[in-house]
């Protein structure tokens, strides 16, 4: 884990851990619905999320993530045992679990209890459900295979490079292409499910070059990051 150096540069390191973390209060202060829901992501990130520091797994919001990853093996088990993988309870299983990243973000918003955990647990669960929403997809051919072959690359692809990143220091941030591209992916899963495979078809399509797209831009933040600690 790095650690603050001792001396000047310490200094300024904990004088701007001290400002995010006021920046962060005075955001708490002033929850307003926009941030609430997540719409607003305007400022810094919870100095409690950022790399080094402790874990913190006991809190709320990640009781629903440990809640959301116990579900995943209960989907495909639910799902693989159908008859053609178009099922209420299949699609209701899918969005319960998609649904809860919202969840315990609120929670997370209004307790104020962020956790490094937390920060790290919620992509690799989403990109789990993306990965088992597909498994049933391909399972009973409810979406083109080759699209999900591409949208399974690139979810390992990320996995992989968010691991080479936590071992670099590097700190990759959402982007904007990845935070939309979310709901098409996931609605096409559910969607297909739902048995309204043109349309999912469609929002699989929107959400792969939104996908394809934040995956490039993390490559070139792990990149610049790097360039500048080596300068």
Partial sequence: MPQHSLGPGGDTSRSESDTRARESQSSGEHLTLRRLVGLDRSGPPPP????????RPWTIPNAIGFIRLALIPVFLAVALSSGDGVDALNAILFAVIGWGDYADGIAARVTRQYSRLGALMDPV???LLVVSGVVVCWRFELLPRWALAVLVA??????ALGRYGLKQGVELRINWP??????????ALF???CGLGTFAEVLLYIGLVLA????ALYVRSGREQLRARAT
Avoid at 212 to 215: D, G, I, K, P
């Fill in 125 to 127: 669960t989403d990109r």
């Fill in 48 to 55: 409690q999320t950022l790399t080094g520091q402790p874990w």
């Fill in 178 to 187: 990845g935070r939309v591209g979310v709901a098409p992916l996931m609605g």
């Fill in 154 to 159: 690139r979810e390992l692809s990320m996995v």
């Fill in 191 to 193: 969607f297909a499910m």
């Fill in 212 to 215: 394809l797209t934040a995956s």
